[in-house]
Nanobody, 121 residues
């Protein structure tokens, strides 16, 4: 199964920015879509942003206009640029991908282990 590894989390002050990265273990990895999800303390897991294989993007209302999802196909890496961060953005952020696993001949989901984002003064 393809492995995903997130990086870029950390501590940032309100109003600050971070860029998260999600790198796949295989080159030329082309999922049907990739999500950035998050789970804050005491909150349900939430889909923050999605990008399809064709490059279409969608965002949760809570991050619209502040977060941008993008991809670098050559690096099999996806990004989440987060600007104007708020305390309520504090969470563990995960990337997940839906793809066709050729050896197993089926569609699968794969998850990274997550990266912590803390927004605090």
């Amino acid at each position: 199964q393809v492995q995903l590894v997130e990086s870029g989390g950390g501590l940032v002050q309100p109003g600050g920015s971070l860029r998260l990265s999600c790198t796949a273990s295989e080159t030329n990895f082309k999922p049907s879509y990739l999500n950035w999800k998050r789970r804050g303390p005491g909150k349900p897991r939430e889909v923050v942003a999605t990008i399809t294989g064709g490059g279409e993007t969608t965002y949760a209302d809570s991050v619209q206009g502040r977060f941008t999802i993008s991809k670098d196909n050559a690096k099999s890496t996806w990004y989440l640029q987060m600007n104007d961060l708020k305390s309520e953005d504090s969470a563990v952020y995960y990337c997940t991908a839906n793809y066709y696993n050729i050896p197993n001949d089926r569609i699968e989901d794969t998850w990274g282990l997550g990266t912590q984002v803390t927004v605090s003064s």
